[in-house]
């Protein structure tokens, strides 16, 4: 079994900053790519931000691009997402996610809220 879990989440305002983690635990898994999603209420889920295991390389949604930014410890156990310049858009509940053989995401973390006052 394999566990996710993100912490870090909170109220901040709009221009603030916020780093969330995401510790991975139990059943050790190839990893193919770890990833950042976001649901906000009556919205579809949404990729933020992700990277290749194997390769480093990273991706982000446009809506983020230059804003955040998706990183690991050295041992690879914990993934971050850093998140700066905040807007009230980026209010959501956010997923840390990982694909172990592909890139369907398999795990998914509880998600931790993000709010961003006005």
């Known amino acids: 079994q394999v566990q996710l879990v993100e912490s870090g989440g909170g109220l901040v305002q709009a221009g603030g900053s916020l780093r969330l983690s995401c510790a991975a635990s139990?059943?050790?898994?190839?990893?193919?790519?770890m990833g950042w999603f976001r649901q906000a209420p009556g919205k579809e889920r949404e990729c933020v931000a992700r990277?290749?295991?194997?390769?480093?390389?990273?991706y982000y949604a446009n809506s983020v691009k230059g804003r955040f930014t998706i990183s690991r410890d050295n041992a690879g156990n914990t993934v971050y997402l850093q998140m700066n310049s905040l807007k009230p858009a980026d209010t959501a509940v956010y997923y840390c996610?990982?694909?172990?053989?592909?890139?369907?995401?398999?795990?998914w973390g509880q998600g931790t809220q993000v709010t961003v006052s006005s």
């Open positions: 139990g059943r050790t898994f190839r990893r193919y790519a």
């Open positions: 996610a990982g694909a172990p053989a592909g890139p369907g995401y398999d795990y």
């Open positions: 990277f290749i295991w194997s390769s480093g390389r990273t």
